[in-house]
């Protein structure tokens, strides 16, 4: 059984913990979703194992549930870990946004990293591919029913912060090799 901290609308602790799937009117959890984005502007995107009771065979990204006692920022370094097998640096990770769905509180997280495909140890009870994926072959998945809806809904909202994040960067070195033409 997985338990979870509950948060009012405000996302103000609620002093209460309860079993992550339990659904109670005005309580909401805390979830998270991070996306990995190498130097050259693609993400890091996996297709969900057909096993999984939501998105099955879908492509997404690096997510899961926060756990009773953990931040979000937790819950990355633990679903990166169990998912792909990577240790996140969290000196790297960004907070891009916030959502608030009818019982989850999710952020989305932004962690740039170059990951060679060969180092990742895929759980395979959660994914059963990796690929990195520029924004128009996300859309293009997105087009074809292939992304999962809960990423799908967001996912040009969170380039445009990109996109202005990487053009408000004073020293665009670090930029250059980026392909801005993905975004």
């Given amino acids: 059984m997985e338990l979870v901290d509950k948060f009012d609308n405000k996302r103000r602790p609620l002093g209460i913990t309860r079993e992550r799937n339990e659904k109670i009117s005005g309580e909401y959890r805390q ?32 997510g899961g549930g926060t756990d009773s006692g953990e931040t979000t920022l937790d819950t990355v370094k ?16 960004e907070l891009m946004m916030m959502m608030r769905g009818r019982y989850t509180y999710t952020d989305i997280f932004l962690y740039r990293a170059n990951i060679d ?36 809904r967001y996912v040009d909202m969170l380039i445009k912060l990109i996109r202005r994040d990487v053009e408000k960067k ?14």
């Fill in 117 to 152: 495909l060969k180092d990742i140890v895929m759980q395979e009870e959660e994914i059963q591919e990796v690929k990195w994926a520029t924004y128009r072959e996300i859309k293009k998945l997105e087009e074809e029913g292939k992304l999962a809806d809960n990423i799908a």
């Fill in 31 to 62: 979830a998270m979703h991070c996306w990995i984005m190498n130097d050259i502007g693609q993400f890091l995107i996996q297709k969900r194992s057909e096993t999984k009771s939501s998105y099955p065979g879908l492509w997404g990204i690096t």
């Fill in 78 to 93: 633990r679903e990166a870990k169990e998912e792909l097998g990577i240790d996140v640096d969290l000196d790297k990770v």
């Fill in 170 to 183: 004073e020293n665009m070195a670090e930029y250059q090799k980026m392909n801005l033409d993905y975004f």
